[in-house]
């Protein structure tokens, strides 16, 4: 099963998809908050993605964060375009993480992406 990793952000958006076997996430790029709903419509249907991850932000107590409203709204969005089972993954630290692997901070996004992909495909 193929995988669509989103690291959701206000003004972009991170994208990673998996391998066919939906183990292993690779960042696919950044899109743009305004465009990313048909963006991630194109990038499913062209990539033969079965299944969405959306990460979610928690915060260290477990709470959720002030984001999670609109990530909720985006995933509302999103299920209406496409017709995809659509899961979310807890976030945490993902962009500190990300820093690890690519310094520059304008393209942390589709390496966070890749990041909470790959802990749902290891969690499940």
């Known amino acids: 099963m193929k995988y669509l990793g989103i690291d959701y952000g206000t003004k972009r958006i991170g994208i990673a998809i998996s391998d066919d076997g ?3 996430a690779f960042p696919k790029g950044i899109v743009a908050a305004p465009n990313a709903i048909d963006d991630i419509v194109t990038i499913c249907e062209k990539e033969n ?3 969405i991850v ?3 932000s928690v915060a260290s107590n477990g709470a959720d964060n002030d984001i999670v409203p609109q ?3 985006f995933k509302e ?6 017709k995809l ?5 807890q976030e945490s630290f993902s962009t500190v993480e990300a820093h690890r692997y690519q310094v520059d901070a304008g393209k942390r ?6 990041i909470i992909l ?6 499940n």
Request: hydrophobic residues 45%.
């Open 85 to 89: 089972p659509i899961f979310f993954q």
């Open 109 to 114: 996004d589709d390496s966070a992406a890749a």
């Open 71 to 73: 990530t909720e709204k």
């Open 118 to 123: 790959q802990r749902f495909l290891d969690s």
């Open 49 to 51: 993605i079965e299944a």
């Open 54 to 56: 959306i990460g979610k």
């Open 22 to 24: 939906g183990e292993f």
């Open 77 to 82: 969005k999103l299920s209406e375009a496409i």
